[in-house]
């Protein structure tokens, strides 16, 4: 069986992801036809229905549940790797209210984290999560929410930490924090999914074995990251909630997405 596979070109997904699409373990006859994309266009792609297996961001799960499921293997979710507000000059949480926010797509965790903890921010502009930091280095807006390796070098552009959304939502919640889920379509019937699920769980296991494996594949959609900050973002993004959500995992998602777990998970 071929399955048409969406992910991001983040490293934390070709690390994970790379033993079972280059089949160094035991895919249980399943082929993966892959895509990459930013994050925001893979949900774009799920919203529409095309992929059997994708990458997503939690916030929009719950308008895909009709016709996906999420696995227990795969996610980014964790402690201390949420998304950043920053700006390019002094502003205090408390004034976020009303000023313009580069926002790295509308239906990203990121976006739904911003809207919970600043509901008085409502003008917010779309860019490419690699975009956001140069849009707010320009004056084009005020603030910006950094996901992935922007929360690793902003400093180095000369923007300042206005708040840190992931950790207000641990102070919030007592819990980790869901960023991006693998999803499985329902066309797939049960025992596909769950194979799938399997799967991937071996294919993450494996990239923690054996690092170097997936080094040229991760190397090669970096987006000429350095190697040091490659590094970082896998150690960041790819933890044992990755291997498997576990109780504490399953009950951060649905805090988030504020759904019951039958209704989410495979």
Same mark, same amino acid.
């Given at each position: 069986?071929?399955?048409?596979?969406?992910?991001?070109?983040?490293?934390?997904?070709? !690390?994970?992801?790379?033993?079972?699409?280059?089949?160094?373990?035991?895919?249980?006859?399943?082929? =993966?036809?892959?895509?990459?994309?930013?994050?925001?266009?893979?949900?774009? @792609?799920?919203?529409? $229905?095309?992929?059997?297996?994708?990458?997503?961001? *939690?916030?929009?799960?719950?308008? %895909? /549940?009709?016709?996906?499921? #999420?696995?227990?293997?795969?996610? +980014?979710?964790? &402690?201390?790797?949420?998304? /950043?507000?920053?700006?390019?000059?002094?502003? *205090?949480?408390?004034?976020?209210?009303?000023?313009?926010? +580069?926002?790295?797509?509308?239906?990203?965790? +990121?976006? &739904?984290?911003?809207?919970? %903890?600043?509901?008085?921010?409502?003008?917010?502009? #779309? *860019?490419? !999560?690699?975009?956001?930091?140069?849009?707010?280095?320009?004056?084009?807006?005020?603030?910006?929410?950094?996901?992935?390796? @922007?929360? =690793?070098?902003?400093?180095?552009?000369? /923007?300042?930490?206005?708040?840190?959304?992931?950790?207000?939502?641990?102070?919030?919640?007592?819990?980790?924090?869901?960023? $991006? +889920?693998?999803? #499985?379509? &329902?066309?797939?019937?049960?025992?596909?999914?769950?194979?799938?699920?399997?799967?991937?769980?071996?294919? #993450?296991? =494996?990239?923690?074995?054996?690092?170097?494996?997936?080094?040229?594949?991760?190397?090669?959609?970096?987006?000429?990251?350095?190697?040091?900050?490659?590094?970082?973002?896998?150690?960041? !993004?790819?933890?044992?909630?990755?291997?498997?959500?576990?109780?504490? @995992?399953?009950?951060?998602?649905?805090?988030?997405?504020?759904?019951?777990?039958?209704?989410? =998970?495979?």
């Amino acid at each position: 069986m071929k399955l048409q596979l969406h992910i991001s070109t983040c490293p934390n997904d070709t !690390f994970m992801f790379d033993a079972m699409v280059h089949r160094r373990i035991d895919t249980e006859g399943l082929e =993966f036809d892959l895509s990459l994309a930013d994050i925001e266009q893979l949900n774009a @792609g799920a919203l529409q $229905g095309v992929p059997d297996i994708s990458k997503l961001s *939690y916030a929009v799960v719950p308008q %895909l /549940l009709d016709r996906y499921r #999420v696995l227990h293997s795969g996610s +980014a979710l964790g &402690r201390g790797n949420g998304p /950043l507000l920053v700006s390019r000059h002094r502003i *205090y949480p408390d004034e976020v209210s009303g000023i313009r926010v +580069a926002i790295p797509g509308e239906h990203t965790t +990121a976006n &739904r984290l911003l809207a919970t %903890l600043y509901p008085g921010v409502t003008d917010k502009r #779309v *860019y490419l !999560f690699s975009d956001v930091a140069d849009a707010v280095m320009s004056d084009e807006c005020d603030a910006g929410v950094l996901i992935h390796e @922007g929360r =690793f070098t902003y400093r180095e552009k000369g /923007l300042r930490l206005v708040a840190d959304l992931g950790e207000e939502w641990e102070k919030k919640t007592g819990l980790p924090l869901p960023l $991006g +889920a693998i999803a #499985v379509s &329902r066309r797939l019937d049960r025992q596909t999914q769950r194979k799938i699920d399997r799967v991937l769980r071996r294919s #993450v296991e =494996f990239a923690f074995a054996e690092p170097s494996a997936s080094a040229e594949f991760v190397r090669g959609y970096a987006q000429e990251l350095s190697e040091e900050v490659t590094r970082r973002h896998i150690e960041l !993004f790819v933890n044992e909630y990755s291997v498997d959500l576990g109780a504490e @995992g399953r009950k951060a998602v649905c805090a988030l997405l504020e759904r019951k777990e039958e209704e989410i =998970f495979v």
